[in-house]
C-alpha cells in the first residue's frame, strides 16, 4: 500500500531552520506532484508547496514564499522542505501529499497523505 512518511520536526528558535522530509513507499514517485501542508490547533490545514514531478513549476503559499523551499530527489523517492528564518507562526503540523493529477494548492485534489510531523517554533 501508499506510505508517505515524514520527518525532520522539532523544537527550533524564532529565525532557526529545519529540513524536513518525505520518504514514499507503494507509488510510482515520479508520476506524482508532492505537496506540503500544515496545520495549527484549531485552524484548517493549509497548503505550503507543491512541486510536480519534473520540478519545474513550483508554487508556494505566500505566507512562506522566500523563506521555504521545496525540492525532490525522484531515484530516492522523497520530497524535501527547507524552511529557513522560521517564525512562530510556522507552528503547526506539516504533512506531505501526492497528488496524481496535476499541480495544485487545494486539499481534495491530493490523493495520499502522510501521518505528519510536528514543528514548533519558540519566540
Known amino acids: 500500500q501508499v506510505q508517505l512518511v515524514e520527518s525532520g520536526g522539532g523544537v527550533v528558535q524564532a529565525g532557526g531552520s529545519l529540513r524536513l522530509s518525505c520518504a514514499a513507499s507503494g507509488l510510482t514517485f515520479s508520476n506524482y506532484a508532492m505537496g506540503w501542508f500544515r496545520q495549527a490547533p484549531v485552524k484548517e490545514r493549509e497548503f505550503v508547496a507543491v512541486i510536480p514531478w519534473s520540478g519545474d513549476r513550483i508554487y508556494y503559499a505566500d505566507s512562506v514564499k522566500g523563506r521555504f523551499t521545496i525540492t525532490r530527489d525522484n531515484g530516492k523517492n522523497t520530497v524535501y522542505l527547507q524552511m529557513n528564518s522560521l517564525k512562530a507562526e510556522d507552528t503547526a503540523v506539516y504533512y506531505c501529499?501526492?497528488?496524481?493529477?496535476?499541480?495544485?494548492?487545494?486539499?481534495?485534489?491530493?490523493?495520499?497523505w502522510g501521518q505528519g510531523t510536528q514543528v514548533a517554533v519558540s519566540s
Open positions: 501529499a501526492a497528488d496524481f493529477n496535476g499541480v495544485g494548492a487545494a486539499r481534495e485534489g491530493y490523493d495520499y
